[in-house]
């Protein structure tokens, strides 16, 4: 009698020191720690770029647009764009996965109600003892499973299941840098578009005189017919390229309306000339791309997803401790169905350590491998990325601010050019090709600096873009 409490004792002894080794939590999982990166000075090249500790991109885009029209429709776009809307869906999805991963520490539970009819065969060897063949058995189950998470399997799951929110939170949020991004320079383009179809306009008036004026010279003996064609011919050119500007804006106004998730249509706007972002380019320092860049965040998350996950391919080789319950209300009869003497229950625990499986586990664990290492090479990808994506803006900026100061001075010459060639003509003193070489010029100065303008505000829309501003 006392060898048996004996081992009964030892049982409960080493029962109690699993259930210690439980809840202390003796995880083969490791936890997940930033790999090594190249210097975050080094990602982009900022060789005489102004650097301060408050970056562009932590500046709201309500703040930085100062247009009222562009305001408005970029705050359409953030409510009604379809790639919006489709990764708001896809955060849903992520965040019914992390819900679960959460409730993975809870046990699982079930009920479930079974009536049985059986007819035994007369010519069995049970059915030839028994008068009666047929019975019915009525029972009312509940049914527990719960696994313990010695090895933290289950906490790496959880883990895995909350980047995979939070990565899917950063493609939300770079899915609205971009929509700002590109709402912005559309704007700014249609903008330009206009500017240029004024210049155009005006440009055919100036050549429509010009053709009666030509056609005097010609009758006073000054000029040839040739001088009369030519001057028809750049009138009509200017007349084409009108027809090109205005089927410019009428496709860009069209790709307006897609990036607001609206049917196409004329949208209002102001001028190209009243255009200023008063916000100072900022950089901020360069480990602010670590915590702006939305893509860059989104990387990381999905680093530390596969980094989980490799965790728990490992913790499959150790073995599971489970514990399994069921009890509840069976009785042969309906009517006593919920006496008590028609309770029952049992438990059983188990410790299961997988031996052959068909190489299953190594499989899983060497793919989980392999996509943590793809993982950390996205990441860091994404980071040489955004630095060059950086530096690219920033280049840009400066070189078009000079560049703009080279288009305005060369207007104003060829704009002098062409009166004078104009006068020139008038009084004999010149050709008409030099007329209609300085008018040539001047519009098409007149085009360039116009598109200097825009690419002075694109390039600050791609700098915060490139920072990544405007999900905040």
Same mark, same amino acid.
């Given at each position: ?26 995880? =083969? ?24 500790? #408050? ?22 776009? #953030? $409510? ?9 869906? $896809? ?23 079974? =009536? ?80 240029? /179809?004024? =210049? ?37 050119? *200017? ?8 089927? *410019? ?32 380019? $900022? ?54 169905? #919920?006496? *008590? ?6 438990? =059983? ?25 793809? *993982?950390? /090479? ?76 825009? $690419? ?17």
């Amino acid at each position: 009698m006392k060898s048996i409490l004996k081992y009964k004792n030892l049982g409960k002894t080493i029962l109690l020191g699993l259930v210690l080794l439980t809840l202390q939590s003796c995880f =083969v999982a490791k936890e997940y720690t930033r790999s090594e990166l190249p210097e975050t000075e080094a990602l982009y090249r900022t060789e005489n770029l102004p650097t301060d500790s #408050l970056s562009i991109a932590d500046v709201s885009w309500e703040t930085l647009f100062t247009d009222s029209y562009l305001k408005e429709y970029i705050k359409e776009g #953030l $409510q009604n764009n379809m790639d919006v809307r489709i990764a708001i869906q $896809q955060m849903a999805m992520a965040q019914a996965y992390a819900k679960q991963g959460k409730a993975g520490y809870l046990p699982s539970v079930d009920i479930g109600a079974n =009536v049985t009819h059986q007819e035994l065969s007369k010519n069995s060897q049970f059915g030839a003892f028994l008068t009666n063949t047929s019975s019915d058995q009525f029972d009312l189950t509940a049914n527990l499973s719960w696994e313990a998470d010695i090895w933290g399997k289950i906490r790496s799951n959880k883990r895995a299941t909350q980047a995979a929110y939070l990565q899917s939170v950063s493609g939300h949020q770079v899915v609205k840098t971009q929509l700002i991004s590109s709402i912005a320079n559309t704007y700014y383009n249609l903008l330009a578009l206009d500017a240029q /179809l004024q =210049v155009t306009k005006e440009t055919i008036a100036t050549r429509d005189s010009s053709v009666t004026t030509i056609k005097a010279l010609k009758e006073a003996g000054q000029v040839t017919q040739v001088a009369v064609d030519q001057n028809i011919a750049q009138y009509n050119s *200017a007349r084409a390229l009108q027809v090109d500007i205005e089927t *410019a804006i009428f496709k860009t106004e069209n790709t307006l309306s897609i990036l607001l998730g609206k049917a196409p249509q004329h949208f209002e706007r102001n001028a190209l000339a009243i255009q200023k972002i008063d916000q100072d380019i $900022q950089l901020g320092v360069p480990a602010t791309l670590l915590s702006n860049r939305p893509d860059v965040m989104a990387a990381e998350y999905g680093l530390i997803q596969s980094f989980e996950l490799t965790n728990v391919a490992r913790s499959n080789f150790y073995p599971s401790l489970t514990l399994t319950a069921s009890g509840g209300f069976q009785s042969l009869e309906l009517d006593q169905l #919920l006496n *008590a003497n028609s309770l029952f229950a049992n438990i =059983v625990g188990g410790l299961t350590q997988p031996l052959f499986n068909q190489r299953r586990l190594k499989t899983q664990k060497e793919v989980a491998i392999a996509q943590q290492e793809q *993982a950390l /090479l996205q990441f860091k990808k994404s980071l040489l990325i955004a630095g060059s994506e950086v530096s690219n803006a920033l280049f840009s900026y400066e070189s078009e601010t000079k560049k703009y100061e080279f288009r305005k001075n060369e207007v104003e010459a060829l704009r002098a050019a062409e009166s004078n060639s104009e006068e020139l003509l008038k009084n004999g003193y010149a050709n008409y090709l030099d007329l209609l070489t300085a008018r040539q010029s001047a519009l098409s100065a007149e085009l360039n600096i116009i598109d200097s303008q825009l $690419q002075q505000l694109v390039s600050i829309v791609d700098l915060y873009e490139a920072l990544g501003g405007g999900w905040k």
